[in-house]
C-alpha cells in the first residue's frame, strides 16, 4: 500500500465493484446465468443430436426420407393430401412469430411500457400452446401410422428414427411447455405491475432469452429430422 | 423476493434505441421467414437434383448447414441480443460450442465408421 497522499481511483472501484457495484460483463447478473443455464442446455440438446448423428451414419443406406414419412397433415380430412413438411414448417413459423413477439415484449419492457409488455406476450403464449397442439397431432399420427418407439413402417424403415424422434421432440416440447407455463407467469406479473415496482423489466429479457433459446433448438431439430 | 435490488446493466431506452431495435427486428425475422421457405422448398425438392445413386446429397447438407448458420446469427445476435453485449461475454457463449463442431464431425464420422465394421464383421 503507497504511503502517498493521492486516491488510487483503481483500488476505490475495486471496492466498489467487490460490494456489488457492478455486474458482469455489464450486463445483469441474472441475465448472465439465465445465458450460461443456456449453454448447459444446448450441450444436452447437442447430445441428443450428436447420438442421432452417429445412429443415422451407422444405417445411411436404410434411413427413412423425410419428405416420405412426414407426407401429410395430421388433420382428419386434411391427411388425404400428398404435402410433405407443409404441417412442420407451419410448427417452424409458429415459433419464429412467437419469438418476433416476444422480442417486441422485450423491447416493450425497456420503455416500462407494462400494456405493451402484456399486448406482445399474449401471442406469444397462444402461438406456444399452437405449437404444443400441433406436436400433438404430429405425435397421435404417426403413431397411429405405425411409427413408434419399437416399431417403424415402410415408410420409417428402422425403429431408431421413431426412437430419436419420440424422444428429441418430446424433450423439446416439454421444454416449450415450461416456456409457456413462464410466460403465463410473466404476463400476469406485469399485468399485476410487480416490474413497475421492481423499476425494470430484465425478467421479460431473461424469459425471452429461454423462449428464443427454445425457438433455436426447434430450428435444429427441425434441421436434423425434416430436412437433411 | 427482493425489490430493493440496483438496476444493472442498461435496462431503460430513449424512443431512438426503441426504434432503431424495432427496425432492426423487423429486418431479422423476414430474413428469418425467407431462410426457411427456401429451406423446405429445398428440402421437398432436392430428390429430383441427386444422382441416381443419391450422391451429391453432401450439397444439399452443406447448404442446410450454412442456412442454419444464419438463422443462429440472427436468432442469437438480434432476437437475444447477443450482438449488442461486451465481446468478452459473446466470446465465453460461443467457445464452448467448439467442443460441439468437433463432437458432431467426431461422431458422424464415428457411425460411418460403424458400418463399415458391420460389414467387415458380417463375416461371422
Known sequence: MSAAATTHHG?????????????PFKAGYGKVMMWYFLISDTF????????????????????????????????HGLDKWNLPLVFVS???FLLIVSSWTMVRAVQEGYRMNKDGV????????????????????????????????????????????????????????????GGVVLNIWLAV??????????????????????WHFVDLVWVYVFLCFYLL | MNFDEPVQG?????????????????????ILSVVTIAEVGIAIAYD???????????????????????????????????????????LT????????????IAFTVEGSSWMAMRGLLNVF
Open chain 1, 44 to 75: 444436452t440438446f447437442a447430445s441428443f443430436l450428436i447420438a442421432y448423428a452417429a445412429l443415422r451414419f451407422a444405417q445411411s443406406t436404410n434411413w427413412p426420407k423425410p419428405a416420405e414419412v412426414f407426407a401429410s397433415i395430421p388433420v
Open chain 1, 11 to 23: 483500488e476505490d472501484n475495486s471496492q466498489e465493484l467487490w460490494n456489488g457495484g457492478g455486474s
Open chain 2, 10 to 30: 442498461h435496462l431503460h431506452w430513449t424512443e431512438g434505441e426503441y426504434n432503431d431495435s424495432k427496425k432492426e427486428v423487423l429486418k431479422t425475422i423476414v
Open chain 2, 48 to 90: 429430383h437434383f441427386l444422382g441416381k445413386d443419391g450422391s451429391g446429397k453432401w450439397i444439399i447438407n452443406l447448404i442446410m448447414a450454412i442456412a442454419s448458420v444464419i438463422k443462429v446469427y440472427f436468432i442469437m445476435g438480434t432476437f437475444m441480443h447477443l450482438k449488442h453485449e461486451k465481446k468478452g461475454f459473446i
Open chain 1, 189 to 210: 406479473s406485469a399485468a399485476n405491475g410487480r416490474f413497475d415496482k421492481v423499476g425494470h423489466y430484465e425478467m421479460v429479457e431473461k424469459i425471452g432469452l429461454y
Open chain 1, 118 to 177: 402484456v399486448k406482445f406476450l399474449i401471442p406469444t403464449i397462444l402461438c406456444g400452446i399452437a405449437f404444443l397442439g400441433c406436436q400433438y397431432l404430429e405425435w397421435t399420427h404417426l403413431i397411429s401410422e405405425g411409427m413408434t418407439t419399437t416399431t417403424a413402417t415402410i415408410h420409417t424403415k428402422v425403429t431408431n428414427f421413431g426412437q430419436l424422434f419420440f424422444v428429441i421432440t418430446g424433450f423439446h416440447g416439454l421444454h416449450v411447455f
Open chain 2, 93 to 104: 457463449v460461443f467457445l464452448p460450442f467448439l467442443f460441439l463442431i468437433w463432437a458432431i
Open chain 1, 90 to 92: 407451419f410448427m417452424t
